[in-house]
């Protein structure tokens, strides 16, 4: 089936740093989503992007559909303790059939003060 | 408060027992959707609905079932847990059509005995 990829697996930053993380696929999808979850909760939506090229900020997140379509990015920029959680990315190509969701399997993030 | 709540947050049981886990939404989202999360693995669709009365499989349906007889309830059922099993189960919707943003319930975990 359809599989995302997903680097790095983990990253450990200084707090203030930036950080970019993405997302890869070999297939084509039409909406990509990153998502970020702490230890027991579920994912919190964190930006949605509909349109190839698509560039989309929320406070200090900024990410991008890919122009291929396959592939986006998340970037965090200065980040901040409460950053710390695992990041995933899931993409879906809605169609006549239905709309089936693909999760990548995260980046864990850790921030040191 | 809009959300979309999943009921036992856990469980443990043994193989063979029956089980249903329910989720309802109370933001008359018309698209609802079961995941379950293993480590490593990231998120895997089992079984998502576009509708009432409409159902369709995911990535992972095998052992699973599901049915969506009013817009704000989507019951997990499992008619005989096997020990692979054992995972975090979310329930997430969305408002469909064009609009894809999934909200996530809190989880379930199941463990089969």
């Known amino acids: 089936g359809q599989q995302l990829n997903q680097s790095p697996q983990s990253m450990f930053i200084q707090e203030g740093e930036d950080v970019s993380m993405n997302c890869t696929s070999s297939?084509?999808?039409?909406?990509w989503l990153w998502y970020k979850q702490e230890p027991g909760e579920g994912p919190v939506l964190l930006i949605a992007l509909y349109k190839a090229g698509e560039l989309t900020s929320n406070g200090r997140l900024t990410a991008q559909f890919g122009i291929t379509r396959k592939d986006s990015f998340l970037n965090i920029s200065a980040s901040i303790p409460s950053d710390v959680g695992i990041y995933f990315c899931?993409?879906?190509?809605?169609?006549?059939?239905?709309?089936?969701?693909?999760f990548g399997p995260g980046t864990r993030l850790s921030v040191l003060p | 408060e809009a959300q979309v709540t999943q009921n036992p947050r856990y469980l443990i049981t043994v193989t063979g027992k029956k089980l249903t886990v329910t989720c309802s939404q109370n933001?008359?989202?018309?698209?609802m959707s079961w995941y379950r999360q293993d480590p490593g693995l990231g998120l895997r669709q089992i079984y998502y609905?576009?509708?009432?009365?409409?159902?369709d499989k995911g990535d992972v349906p095998e052992g699973y079932k599901v049915s969506r007889k009013e817009k704000r309830n989507f019951p997990l059922i499992l008619e005989s847990p096997s020990p692979n099993q054992t995972s975090l189960y979310f329930c997430?919707?969305?408002?469909?059509?064009?609009?894809?943003?999934?909200?996530f319930g809190p989880g379930t975990r199941l463990t089969v005995l």
């Open positions: 997430a919707s969305s408002l469909g059509g064009t609009k894809r943003e999934q909200f």
């Open positions: 609905s576009m509708n009432v009365e409409v159902t």
């Open positions: 899931a993409a879906t190509f809605l169609d006549n059939y239905g709309q089936n969701f693909v």
């Open positions: 297939s084509i999808f039409n909406t």
């Open positions: 933001m008359n989202h018309e698209y």
